[in-house]
């Protein structure tokens, strides 16, 4: 029988969530022992971590936005854990929750404690993981410079909104990318190297990729003479629009080389580099996940 104790580690901007609050306390009164560790700064998801299994929690819970995630999940994989990951997706744009089928109401989340852990993919670049996806160019450009009032205000709507507001801004990068069975290499607009399906407030890049099947989706955006428009499918989340001009693959691992440099947006966290290895990392980290959820192969 799956031991019912698991430790939260919170986003300090969510301690006085009465939602969360209440669906903690509704955990505790259903016999879960459900302790709580609220993060303040940079480091402290991987402190409250590394803590939390050598004190033996059998399941950590992630709640937050979409960095709070990929930090997490990172520190576990990184002290190659047998612990299980539960999520409680409380940020702006809650892309991997989305796309996994994760409900956003805090007790629906919590409900998934109750469902086995199941083995899921991560993705590494430059010793880096990530638990959604790898996005450059100007889509991570408006994701890294939407600001936090806006976010707070308009919700996912405010990335839309700062992506129209910097068309004139838009510059295609040069990049050579090479994988099994794949290669290529020119100007493009966006790129998107998922675990998950989308990025940045519901744009969907890599509307097939899943997490169990030890590849990562590789979306490229080819600069077109139609920027505008281009860039107008790419924000207003047009799946069918963007994959008619977008060059797709699935691949286990993936070298990308940028002579002027590649800024990068890795689940929230910038990075940056002329040339990067991506690579998948099957089964690294078992998750609480819908059965139906449509990031899970059948």
């Known amino acids: ?130 638990l959604n996806m790898a996005t450059g160019g100007f889509g991570s450009n408006v994701t890294a410079n939407t600001s936090e009032e806006l976010k707070r205000v308009l919700g996912g709507a405010a990335y839309l909104l700062t992506g129209l507001s910097r068309f004139a801004e838009v510059q295609s990068s040069f990049g050579r990318f090479s994988g099994p069975g794949f290669q290529w290499e020119g100007e493009f607009l966006a790129l998107g190297i998922g675990n998950g ?36 499918t790419l924000l207003s989340g047009g799946i069918n629009g963007l994959q008619s001009v977008a060059l797709s693959a699935r691949l286990p691992w993936l070298e990308v080389e940028a002579p002027q440099g590649l800024d990068l947006n890795l689940d929230g966290e910038p990075l940056g580099s002329k040339k990067l290895r991506f690579a998948a990392l099957p089964a690294a980290l078992r998750v609480h996940l819908p059965d139906n959820s449509p990031l899970l192969l059948a």
């Open 197 to 232: 399906r989308q990025a940045g407030g519901g744009h969907v890049l890599c509307p097939q990729a899943r997490v169990n099947d030890g590849l990562l989706d590789v979306c490229i955006v080819p600069a077109a003479a139609d920027v505008v428009g281009t860039l107008g």
């Open 1 to 130: 029988m799956q031991e019912r104790k698991a430790l939260l580690i919170l986003h300090g901007k969510q301690a006085l969530n009465a939602e969360v609050r209440a669906a903690v306390l509704a955990r505790r009164e259903e016999g879960w022992q459900l302790d709580v560790r609220v993060t303040w700064e940079a480091g402290d998801a991987q402190r409250l971590v590394n803590e939390a299994l050598r004190a033996s929690y059998p399941t950590l819970i992630a709640g937050g936005g979409d960095g709070t995630l990929r930090d997490v999940a990172e520190a576990m994989a990184q002290a190659k854990s047998k612990a299980s990951l539960a999520l409680l997706p409380l940020g702006t744009a809650n892309d991997f929750a989305h796309a996994a089928g994760v409900p956003l109401e805090p007790q629906a989340a919590l409900a998934l404690l109750d469902t086995p852990g199941q083995a899921i993919d991560l993705g590494e670049v430059g010793g880096r993981v990530f």
